[in-house]
């Protein structure tokens, strides 16, 4: 981020329309860099767009899900061994390090508006609305879409399906809003 902050000129990138997006554990690795820019105070964002994010790694290990949650496509034992893989040990312990976990961070105050949007029956939808509030809770412009029916990646794989185009105009307008343009 700082590399494309300090050369945004000769890019022709506006610096101050600078954002993140993700999708999955992208989606969490989005936020964590939306908190490391703010505390750093190097590099100001304008935006995060966080879709079906991974942010808390107790979910599947410290707390299991309603059974028709998680069931397609990333599974309680998928999202232990994804947290496992990226952490380095056991997700859900008193030791995991609170930078790495979105959820885990306790002031989500001076963060860019966010986009967060997630399945009803994907495995990260309570934590994301979860997210989503606390970060109403800050003062953070949020815009939360939780998405009836819809499982995890449900865009990408069942991308013909007006839920996925809707979904996806949903997300491709609030890019537009966030820097400036009309949304279509």
């Known amino acids: ?23 999955s554990a992208g989606g969490g690795l989005a936020a964590i860099l939306a908190i490391m820019a703010r ?24 707390r299991q899900p309603p059974p028709h949650v998680g069931v397609f496509a990333w599974t309680v034992p998928d999202n232990v061994f994804g947290w496992r893989s990226f952490l380095g040990q056991q997700p859900g312990t008193d030791s995991v390090p609170v930078a790495a976990v979105p959820a885990r961070t306790r002031d989500l105050s001076g ?19 979860t997210y989503a ?10 815009e939360l879409h939780v998405v009836p029916g819809a499982f995890h990646g449900f865009d990408g794989s069942a991308r013909e399906t007006s839920v996925a185009r809707h979904f996806t105009r949903a997300k ?6 966030a820097f400036g343009e009309a949304p279509t």
């Open 172 to 177: 491709r307008n609030a890019l537009r809003r």
């Open 1 to 23: 981020m700082k590399w494309l902050y300090h050369r945004a000129g000769a890019m022709g990138v506006d610096r101050q329309r600078l954002g993140v997006m993700g999708e």
């Open 39 to 62: 505390d750093r105070g190097q590099v100001p964002l304008s935006f995060q767009c966080l879709i079906y994010p991974m942010l808390d790694d107790r979910t599947g290990s410290l």
């Open 133 to 142: 509030r606390r970060l109403i809770d800050a003062g953070i412009m949020t």
């Open 111 to 129: 963060l860019p508006p966010a986009f967060i949007g997630v399945g009803s029956i994907d495995l990260f939808v309570d934590e994301d609305v």
